[in-house]
C-alpha cells in the first residue's frame, strides 16, 4: 500500500466533543481519523487496546440498522467498552416520550457515548446540547451519515494510496442519500472531484452549488472515474414518485458491464447497502472481487468507527460541568 496520504499524523489532531457530520471537520482532522483507523484496520480484533474500559456506549437508532448498528457495537466491544442497544420500537420513545426527555433520561445514566440514528435532520445535533455524552450521528435524515463517508473513504485510500485528484461518481438516489452528502464533503475536502448521476428527480440542481458536476446520463458521467459508487433507491424518504419502477430505473441508472466499462479500467465498485441488486446493481457486478470493494466498505467501518470512539474519548479527561 502507498501511505503518501493520509500523511503520518504526529500527535492528536481532533478537536471535537461530538461526531456531527463530516462538515464541521478540518481536513486535517479527517486525515486523522483515517490514519487512525487504517492502524486499527491492521490490527488483529483482540490487538486493540481497551481505550474505552469503563466507558458505556448506548446505541440508540430510531430507524432500521443491520451494519452500522452492529459496527459501531463492535468497535465499541473492540475497545473494552459496555453496549447498550436501546430498542426504540420496545422503548418508552413508543409511549411518546420526547426526545429531550430521552436525553435526560440518558444523562441520568451516565452513558459516555451515544450513537443515534434518527429519521429527522437534526435530531442528533439537538441531543448532543442536551447530552453529557459524547454524540456520533449514525445517520439523521437526509443530512448527514459520517461514519458511511469515512469507512468509503479509508477503503478508497487503502487501494488508491490517495484520495487528491481521484475523479468519483456517486449515482442513483442523490436526493434522498445522506451517504452522499457526506461523501460528497469528505472527497472534495481530501481533494477529489466528485460527479453526482442521477436522473432529475433525484439529482436536485442544488448540489452544484456544493461544487459536484451533475450528470444525468450514466455514459457519461461513469466515462474515465476512477470510483464508482452506487445508491440504494430510498423509497422509505421518497413522497410521492420518482421514479417509475426498479426495472426501469435500472435500464437507465442501473450499473452493468456495459456501463462500468466506461469507466477506468481499475475504477473501483462501491455501495453502502443495503444493496437493491437488479434496480441500482447487477449481482455479478456486486459480487466481482476483481473490482467490487463492497465487503471491505464493511469491514473499514468497524475501522474508523472504533477510530472516532478513540477521537473522541480524548475529551473525557476534562467532561463538561453539568448545570446544578
Ligand atoms: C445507508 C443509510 O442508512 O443511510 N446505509 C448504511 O448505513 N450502510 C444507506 C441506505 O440505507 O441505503
Given at each position: 500500500m502507498n501511505t503518501t496520504f493520509p500523511p503520518a499524523t504526529v500527535g492528536y489532531g481532533f478537536a471535537h466533543r461530538?461526531?456531527?457530520?463530516?462538515?464541521?471537520?478540518?481536513p486535517g482532522e479527517i486525515a486523522y481519523l483515517l490514519d487512525q483507523a487504517a492502524a486499527f484496520a491492521d490490527l488483529a480484533p483482540g490487538e486493540a487496546p481497551d481505550r474505552l474500559a469503563g466507558a458505556t456506549v448506548i446505541n440508540l437508532f430510531y430507524e432500521n440498522s443491520t451494519r452500522t448498528r452492529s459496527s459501531f457495537e463492535i468497535a465499541a466491544q473492540r475497545l473494552g467498552a459496555d453496549v447498550v442497544n436501546m430498542d426504540v420500537a420496545t422503548s418508552s420513545v413508543k409511549k411518546g416520550e420526547t426526545l429531550i426527555d430521552t436525553a435526560d433520561t440518558l444523562n441520568a445514566m451516565r452513558a459516555d457515548f451515544l450513537v443515534v440514528r434518527h429519521n429527522q435532520a437534526g435530531a442528533v445535533k439537538l441531543l448532543s446540547r442536551k447530552l453529557d455524552a459524547h454524540v456520533l450521528n449514525g445517520g439523521d435524515g437526509k443530512h448527514e451519515h459520517p461514519t458511511q463517508a469515512l469507512a468509503d473513504g479509508l477503503t478508497i485510500w487503502r487501494h488508491?494510496?490517495?484520495?487528491?485528484g481521484l475523479q468519483v461518481a456517486i449515482c442513483g438516489?442523490?436526493?434522498?442519500s445522506r451517504v452522499a452528502r457526506s461523501n460528497l464533503l469528505l472527497l472534495q475536502k481530501m481533494g477529489a472531484s466528485v460527479r453526482l448521476v442521477g436522473p432529475p428527480t433525484l439529482l436536485p440542481?442544488?448540489?452544484?452549488?456544493?461544487g459536484a458536476r451533475l450528470y444525468h446520463r450514466m455514459e457519461e458521467g461513469l466515462e474515465g472515474v476512477d470510483i464508482v459508487m452506487m445508491l440504494r433507491l430510498q423509497v422509505e424518504r421518497m413522497?410521492?414518485?420518482?421514479?417509475?419502477s426498479g426495472r426501469e430505473f435500472f435500464r437507465h441508472f442501473g450499473l452493468d458491464r456495459e456501463r462500468l466499462a466506461?469507466?477506468?479500467?481499475?475504477a473501483l465498485v462501491m455501495h453502502p447497502g443495503p444493496m437493491n441488486r437488479g434496480v441500482e446493481i447487477a449481482s455479478d457486478i456486486a459480487d466481482d472481487l476483481d473490482q467490487s470493494v463492497i465487503r471491505e466498505q464493511v469491514e473499514m467501518g468497524v475501522a474508523v468507527r472504533m477510530a472516532c470512539f478513540e477521537a473522541l474519548s480524548r475529551h473525557r479527561a476534562s467532561p463538561p460541568l453539568r448545570a446544578a
Open positions: 461530538h461526531l456531527l457530520g463530516i462538515e464541521p471537520l478540518q488508491k494510496g490517495r484520495i487528491d438516489d442523490i436526493r434522498h440542481r442544488s448540489y452544484e452549488n456544493l413522497a410521492g414518485t420518482f421514479i417509475p466506461r469507466a477506468r479500467p481499475d
